[in-house]
Every structure is written in structure tokens, then in C-alpha cells.
């Protein structure tokens, strides 16, 4: 059973900072792009952030740029996401993926959520000012 959790969500004041993590279960994910995905109520899903299975690379959505970091620990089989100077904007349900196709790198193809096959829960950002 494959599995993806998210956690770290809550309540903060604008200028705070989260730490969300990702942890998967039921399969490696060492070899797949990871991302991240927040939809806010009355929104679309928007994408966050994504990562190469290596780490090696990164993108960023421009609203999240500079304040958030995506990571990766392959022997925890977890993805995290550090989440700076957050601003009441950033509220909305995180969402933890895992792309459908290995070793991806192409931002274009990992902004598309239609391109990822698993989803966690997602987990509560709420940001008060």
C-alpha cells in the first residue's frame, strides 16, 4: 500500500516559520521527482515546489521563492518543505506528491499536477497577521 503523509501543518502569526514534512510508505521514492502543492479555499490547486529525485535540483513557484526550501532525505523516504516569512497568502492545504515518472527534471512537467499519481492528505497551513 502505497502511502503519503504530510504533518507539520498549524496555526502561525505572518513572519513565522513551519516545517512540513512528507513521509512515504509502500514504495521508494528515492528515483521520482517530489512536490509540493497548496490549494486555498475557493482556489485552484497551485503548485509550490518540486525537487529531483537527486536533490540536485529545485524550482519554485515565483510567490514561494526565496521564502520556502523543498528537501529530501531518500533513507527517511521523506520530502520536506521549510516554509519562511510566511504571509497570510500562504494559507491553504499542503499537499505532499510523488511524480508518475522517474528521474523527471523538467519544471514545466513537474508544475503539472496532473503529472503526479500519489497525494497525501494534505496538511492545515493557516497563516494569521
Known amino acids: 500500500q502505497v502511502q503519503l503523509v504530510e504533518s507539520g501543518g498549524g496555526l502561525v502569526q505572518a513572519g513565522d516559520s513551519l516545517r512540513l514534512s512528507c513521509a512515504a510508505s509502500g514504495r521508494t521514492f528515492n528515483n521520482y521527482p517530489m512536490g509540493w502543492f497548496r490549494q486555498a479555499p475557493g482556489k485552484e490547486r497551485e503548485f509550490v515546489a518540486a525537487?529531483?529525485?537527486?536533490?540536485?535540483?529545485?524550482y519554485y513557484a515565483d510567490s514561494v521563492k526565496g521564502r520556502f526550501t523543498i528537501s529530501r532525505d531518500n533513507a527517511k523516504n521523506t520530502v520536506y518543505l521549510q516554509m519562511n516569512s510566511l504571509k497570510p497568502e500562504d494559507t491553504a492545504v499542503y499537499y505532499c506528491a510523488a511524480a508518475a515518472r522517474p528521474y523527471g527534471s523538467s519544471r514545466t512537467y513537474l508544475e503539472q499536477s496532473m503529472n503526479y499519481n500519489y497525494w497525501g492528505q494534505g496538511t492545515q497551513v493557516t497563516v494569521s497577521s
Open positions: 525537487i529531483r529525485w537527486s536533490g540536485d535540483n529545485t
